[in-house]
C-alpha cells in the first residue's frame, strides 16, 4: 500500500515537473517569437511549424502576417518618398530657370505693375524651391531613409551657430535679438539639431512685428536639456498650439507671412527622431515660446 502511495507521489511529482518546463518553454519559445518581430527579424526559418504547440502556431501566424504587412508598409513609404526625390530633383532645373529668367526681367524697364508681376514670381520660385526641399527632408525622416547620429556634446555651439544666422535678419525687422547660453550636453545630431533650432528662430523673427524681441535661453532638466525661443508675437490661441505641429497647417492669421507649414512638423521629426520632443507655450496678444528637449542620455 504504501509503495502504491509513494508511486503515486512520484508520478505526480513528475507531471507536475513536466508540465511546469513545457510551459516555461512555451512562454521562452512565445517571447522569442515577439522579439525577433519586434526587431524585424521573425521569419518562417526560425521556427519550424510541426514542432510547435497550437498557441505557438497561431502566434507563428499572427506574427508572419504582420510581418509581412509591415514589410509591404515599409516597402509602400519607401517608394513614396523616393518618387518624392524624383520630383523635386527633377522640379530644380524648371525653378532655377524660372528665377534666373525673373531676374533677368528684372533688369527691364518694367512698368510699376510689370515689377510687382516680377517679384511675385521670384517670390513664388522661391517658395516652391523651399517646399520641395522641405517636403523631401520630411520623407526621408519619416521613412528612415534618413537617420539622425546623436551623439554626447554640448549644445551651446548649436545655439549660436542658429543665432548667428539670424542676426541680420533680426536687425532688418528691428528685433532685438538676444541669448545666454549656459554650459549644457546633451545627447543630439548638431547639424539636424541647429536645423530644428534654424526653424524655431525663423518662425519668431517671421511672426514677431518689428520694435519686438526674440531671446534664446537654455534650461536644465534632469533628463533633457531645453533650448527656449521666446517671441513678443502674435502669439497662439489654445486650439491651435497642437495643430501648429501637423503638415501644411498654419495657423489663422499666417497667411500674409511667407511659409509652407512645413517648418514645426520638421522640427518635431527631427526632436522626436533623437528622442526628444518640441512644446509650445503661448498666450495670445502677449508671444510664445517654442522649446525643443534634447535628451540628456
Ligand atoms: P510656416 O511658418 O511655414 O507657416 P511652420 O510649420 O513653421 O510653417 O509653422 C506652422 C504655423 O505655426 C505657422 O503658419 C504659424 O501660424 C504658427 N507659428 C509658428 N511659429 C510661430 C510663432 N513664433 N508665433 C506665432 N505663430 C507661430
Redesign the pocket.
Known sequence: MEYVAAAALLLAAAVVLYNRRRTARLLRRLDEMVARAMDGSFSDEHFDESRLSSLESRMRQYLLANTSSARQLQAQKNRISGLISDVSHQTKTPVANLKLYAELLAEQPLTPQGQACVQNIQTQAEKLQ?LMEALVKTSRLETGLLTLHPVEGAVAPVVERAVAQYGPEADRKGIALRWDCTEETAVFDPKWTEEAVC??L???L???PSGGSVSVEMRSFPLFCAVR?T?T????PEA?QAR??N?????????Q???????????RQIAENQGGYVK?N?VPGQ??T?SLYLPRA
Request: net charge negative; no cysteine.
Open positions: 523651399a526653424n524655431l525663423d518662425n519668431a517671421k511672426y514677431t525661443v517671441d508675437g502674435p502669439g497662439l491651435e501648429i505641429f503638415r501644411f497647417y498654419r495657423a489663422n492669421g499666417a497667411y507671412a511667407e511659409g509652407v507649414g512645413l517648418g514645426l512638423y520638421l522640427t509650445v503661448s508671444g510664445s517654442f
